[in-house]
C-alpha cells in the first residue's frame, strides 16, 4: 500500500496523481491532499476513487510516505521551510522547474530523503514523459519508488541533475509545443475545406501515429520521413514550406529558451 501526498493540487500534480491512481488501482494507494485553494482540493477529490484524506501541508507529510511537492517553484521554499518543522522521515519527490537539489534539501533539511522530478501532464493518460534525479540522503530504494510513481504513467528515466533543465524544455513543456503544432496543423485542414472536428482528429491521430512510429520501429525520423517524401509529390512541396518558413529551427529554440528559464528559475 503506498502512501501517497500531494502538496498543490494543481494541472501537474492533479494529472500526475489522477493517472497513478488509475495505473496502479485504487487498492494500491491512499491519497492525502493538502492546497491553499480548497477548490482545487475538491475538484481532485472527487476525480479519485481511492482513499483520500485532505489537510495542512504538515498533516499530510505526516500521513504520507511519499510527498509529491507540486506548487510553483516560487511557492517552494515557504512550503519546503513549513515542512523542516514536521518529525519523521519521508522521501520528497519535487516536481518543480529548475529548482535544485541542494535548495531543496536546504529548505526541508539536509537529512530528508529529496528527489528532483520533471514529469510532464500527459501523465494523465498514461504517457507522460519523466525524468528524475536523487538528492544526497535518497537512497536506491527511494530511486526506486520514483520510478515506479513516475513509471506508472509513462517513461521516467534518472538522469544527472544537471540535465533536468534540458529534460524541462524538451519534455516538460513539449507537450505545449505540440499542442500548437497539432492546433495548426487543423487549421490548415479547416483552410482546406475540412471540418474542424474531422481536421483536428486527423491532426491529432497524425502526431500520435508518428510519434508511434519513432517509438515503435527504432528508425530516424529522417529515414522515416523518406518513406512518406514522393518524388515530385505533395509531401516535398509541404516539407519545403516548413524549411522556408523555420519550423525545425523554431522548435530548436523554443526548447534552448525553456531550458534557459529552468536554469533562471533555479539561480539564487
Ligand atoms: N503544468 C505543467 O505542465 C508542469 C508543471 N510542473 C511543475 O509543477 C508545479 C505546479 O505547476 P502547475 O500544476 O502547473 O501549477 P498550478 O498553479 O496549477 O498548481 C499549484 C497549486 O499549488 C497551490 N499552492 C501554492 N502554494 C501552496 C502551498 N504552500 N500549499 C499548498 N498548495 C499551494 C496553488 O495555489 P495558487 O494558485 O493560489 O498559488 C495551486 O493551486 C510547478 O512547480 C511546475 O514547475 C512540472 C512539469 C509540468
Ligand atoms: O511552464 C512551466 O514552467 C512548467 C514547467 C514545465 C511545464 N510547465
Redesign the pocket.
Given at each position: 500500500m503506498l502512501k501517497l501526498g500531494l502538496?498543490?493540487?494543481?494541472?501537474?500534480?492533479?494529472a500526475l496523481l489522477r493517472g497513478v491512481e488509475k495505473a496502479l488501482g485504487k487498492r494500491e494507494l491512499t491519497v492525502a491532499l493538502?492546497?491553499?485553494?480548497p477548490a482545487?482540493v475538491d475538484a481532485l477529490k472527487k476525480g479519485l476513487t481511492c482513499e483520500v484524506t485532505t489537510g495542512t501541508?504538515s498533516q499530510v507529510a505526516l500521513a504520507s510516505d511519499v510527498v509529491l511537492l507540486?506548487?510553483?517553484?516560487g511557492?517552494?521554499q515557504?512550503?519546503c521551510k513549513e515542512l523542516a518543522k514536521v518529525k519523521g522521515s519521508r522521501l520528497y519527490l519535487s516536481?518543480?522547474?529548475g529548482l535544485k537539489l541542494a535548495d531543496l534539501e536546504s529548505w526541508l533539511g539536509s537529512k530528508q530523503r529529496v528527489i528532483r522530478s520533471?514529469?510532464?501532464?500527459p501523465a494523465l493518460v498514461g504517457t507522460g514523459a519523466a525524468a528524475f534525479s536523487k538528492g544526497t540522503s535518497a537512497t536506491i530504494d527511494d530511486a526506486v519508488l520514483a520510478k515506479k510513481i513516475l513509471g506508472a504513467v509513462g517513461t521516467a528515466d534518472e538522469v544527472s541533475e544537471k540535465l533536468l533543465d534540458a529534460v524541462t524544455g524538451l519534455s516538460?513543456s513539449g507537450?505545449a509545443y505540440v499542442y500548437t503544432v497539432i492546433e495548426a496543423l487543423a487549421d490548415g485542414g479547416v483552410l482546406m475545406g475540412l471540418p474542424r472536428a474531422t481536421a483536428l482528429t486527423l491532426a491529432a491521430q497524425t502526431v500520435a501515429g508518428a510519434a508511434q512510429m519513432v517509438l515503435e520501429t527504432g528508425k530516424h525520423p529522417a529515414a522515416l520521413r523518406d518513406e512518406v517524401t514522393s518524388p515530385g509529390g505533395t509531401t516535398i512541396a509541404g516539407l519545403e514550406q516548413l524549411e522556408a518558413h523555420g519550423l525545425r529551427n523554431s522548435l530548436i529554440q523554443a526548447v534552448r529558451k525553456a531550458t534557459e528559464r529552468s536554469l533562471q528559475l533555479g539561480a539564487k
Open positions: 502538496i498543490g493540487c494543481g494541472k501537474m500534480g492533479g493538502s492546497d491553499v485553494v482545487a501541508p507540486a506548487v510553483k517553484p511557492d517552494m515557504t512550503l516536481i518543480a522547474a520533471m514529469p510532464n501532464t516538460g507537450p
